[in-house]
């Protein structure tokens, strides 16, 4: 193939070049470039041992077992923690046994890149370019375990026994369908089957390392097939078992427009979810996970309901949030979208409803709120939207230019204060709480001029 590398790449290779090493490009950036993909993590490897790269970049840094060495692109003096870009460069490697089914008990420096590619997990991440020194000059692809025909095929194959690999480190399962999810592909048989076998060592992944994965296959082009796969493969029941349970819980009833479970209804509400942010398609992934703890039946009129299943919601997923580790940040906004997710659309609702709403959610979420109200309409069969949801959207709008606390008063205290020749105290508060009150409420404009001829009112 012609290379069309980047300048800091083909730096950082002829600098390996002129020491007389061994360096190649592999990994997902190999798999990106031969599907023209755009490259966002650039990894090599070489033969060189972590000192020696060090020895060609001083600026670069090393602070782990595993033979990865950071190289930052710009000269700034060495931080592993500063968010700048960088290139890893990792020495070839052997491994031997994984008893934490992550990480290897021991590392041991390979002498040839055949080694390297042996160990890693899939065939579409164990293909290799060799060294070029001009950007001009064709690149070799050296691919022992036929990732091109994997790429063509868009298939997902693990590297050897599926089983071994998946034993040695089991958040390769994970990764296995996050990347299907990322490029639209399938999983190879005997590769789905090792991971429906190995499904419960899961389990042996920090919840990070899951939390992680799983915001990456959520922010996939196909989130929703990889959800699916999730599920066919047992590990949605085993780091999501809140969704598994909704998969047999019945919508359909008199009157109502759900015709599949509530299992089926929360793949189709991310499936058709807008947003692309990781939180706010699993807000919609778990926006209903309250309805089977609230699942109702009238035995004569077999009307089904689930009252306050957004209540009960909103506690679910606190509790996954902690789970996953989640930020607070993060947690709390996940919560609002649950809790709050069932809001009611009616003309006839009055500004202060649409008010108290606006409070709940917070002004920051209200498009993403909406955007898990339209994964649900969707979700459920409903149309994309309706003339009162429009109506609703833009008197989100108009409500948020009046005043929602007495901060947004055209007034405040010392003009009180001035005006009545009073000190600062209990009464000024309660002045400016009377004022804000009756402009809440519409029966008083908030005007400078209107809101002081109020106070003089007031006393």
Known sequence: MKSNLPSF???????????????????????????????????????????????????????????????PLTQEPKNPIAKQPIIEVTTFRSEEAYSDRRHPDKVIWGKTLAEDLTRRDFTINSIALSPITHNSEPITIIDPFHGQKDLKNKIIRAVGNPQERFSEDSLRMMRAVR?????????????????????????????ERIRDELFKLLASSFPYEGVVMLRTTGLMAEILP???????????????????????????????????????????????????????????????????????????????????????????????????????????????????????????????????????????????????????????????????????????????MRELKIPSGPQVGKILNQLFAEVDSGALKNTKEELMKSVKELI
């Open 179 to 207: 990347i299907a999810a990322e490029l639209g592909f399938t999983i190879e048989e005997k590769t789905f089957q090792a991971i429906k076998n190995n499904v419960p060592l899961i389990h042996k992944i920090s919840a």
């Open 242 to 416: 809140e969704v598994e349970k909704g998969f047999g819980v019945p919508q359909k009833s008199p009157g109502r427009h759900h015709v599949v479970d509530v299992g089926t209804h929360l793949l189709y509400s991310l499936r058709y979810c807008p947003s692309k942010d990781s939180l706010v398609r699993l807000a919609a992934l778990l926006h209903d996970v309250g309805k089977p703890q609230t699942f109702r039946k009238d035995s004569k009129t077999e009307l089904i309901t689930f009252y306050n299943h957004e209540v009960v919601g909103g506690h679910i997923v606190k509790t996954i949030a902690d789970r996953l580790k989640l930020s607070n940040k993060d947690k709390d906004k996940l919560f609002l979208l649950v809790r709050w997710h069932l809001f009611t659309v009616d003309e006839r609702q009055t500004d202060s409803a649409i008010k108290r709403f606006i409070r709940n959610v917070g002004p920051e979420n209200l498009l993403d709120i909406l955007a898990v109200r339209t994964g649900d309409r969707l979700g459920g069969g409903a149309t994309e939207t309706s003339w009162r949801l429009d109506l609703f959207k833009k008197r989100l709008i108009e409500v948020q230019k009046q005043p929602f606390s007495i901060k947004d008063l055209k007034i405040n205290g010392n003009d009180v």
């Open 9 to 71: 790449v083909i730096d950082i290779i002829q600098k390996f070049q002129k020491a007389n090493l061994e360096i190649y490009i592999v990994g997902g950036a190999v798999r990106d470039l031969l599907t023209k993909r755009e490259v966002k993590d650039w990894d090599l490897t070489t033969n060189a041992t972590p000192e020696k790269i060090l020895e060609l970049f001083p600026h670069a840094f090393y602070d782990n077992k595993f033979g990865t060495v950071g190289i």
